[in-house]
T-cell receptor, first 113, second 114 residues
Framework: DAGVTQSPTHLIKTRGQQVTLRCSPK?????VSWYQQALGQGPQFIFQ???????QRGNFPDRFSGHQFPNYSSELNVNALLLGDSALYLC????????????FGEGSWLTVV | AQSVSQHNHHVILSEAASLELGCNYS??????LFWYVQYPGQHLQLLLK??????LVKGIKGFEAEFIKSKFSFNLRKPSVQWSDTAEYFC????????????FGIGTKLQVIP
């Protein structure tokens, strides 16, 4: 059991649509990061949330946005979907500063058609 | 910005063979280093990590890795692989003392033949 739960596990969207993915961190964790893993690639950092604020961001366009709630759960929103957004989206949680172990969820498979 | 390079993208070994997967990173400061494994259909799991201290790190399932600072390397090793080690292995790095922006390598697919 990873402790990090994500939903939905699979979804199919059409180009131009919007999608929301959800993540509940492992119990006791207050930091949530999102990663995109395209086929044949390693996970790419999208952004990180701590205390309900975006703390750091990777090289992703503004179409990618997020939110963290007071209970530390998080959402990833992607607007104006492109075919290239098809990927596995991973949520990772941790607590405290750098050096603490990061736990990953099973991911949400997004297919854009 | 940091980067990670994994040299072997696809490795095929027979059971009981020894394994070494290469990983080099690029970053101007001190780093934390990780190896993650992703078994087919499962989530990413931490194999081992290095923060400081003894550069030879032992992880789960008989894996170990050695941090060689002068070579910016963190190679993963296992003396004798099993069929159950078939998986994809990712090397990752994040700057020490900073937030947890972790940069991953492209991954190495390991196939162990019985």
């Amino acid at each position: 059991d990873a402790g990090v739960t994500q939903s939905p596990t699979h979804l199919i969207k059409t180009r131009g649509q919007q999608v929301t993915l959800r993540c509940s961190p492992k119990s006791g964790h207050d930091t949530v990061s999102w990663y995109q893993q395209a086929l044949g690639q390693g996970p790419q950092f999208i952004f990180q949330y701590y205390e309900e604020e975006e703390r750091q961001r990777g090289n992703f366009p503004d179409r990618f946005s997020g939110h963290q709630f007071p209970n530390y759960s998080s959402e990833l929103n992607v607007n104006a979907l492109l075919l290239g957004d098809s990927a596995l989206y991973l949520c990772a949680s941790s607590s405290g500063q750098s050096g603490n172990t990061i736990y990953f969820g099973e991911g949400s498979w997004l297919t854009v058609v | 910005a940091q980067s990670v390079s994994q040299h072997n993208h696809h490795v095929i070994l027979s059971e009981a063979a020894s394994l070494e997967l290469g990983c080099n990173y690029s970053y101007g400061g001190t780093v934390n280093l990780f190896w993650y494994v992703q078994y087919p259909g499962q989530h990413l799991q931490l194999l081992l990590k290095y923060f400081s201290g003894d550069p030879l790190v032992k992880g789960i399932k008989g894996f170990e890795a050695e941090f060689i600072k002068s070579k910016f390397s963190f190679n993963l090793r296992k003396p004798s692989v099993q069929w159950s080690d078939t998986a994809e292995y990712f090397c990752a790095v994040n700057p020490s003392g900073g937030y947890q922006k972790v940069t991953f390598g492209i991954g190495t697919k390991l196939q162990v033949i019985p």
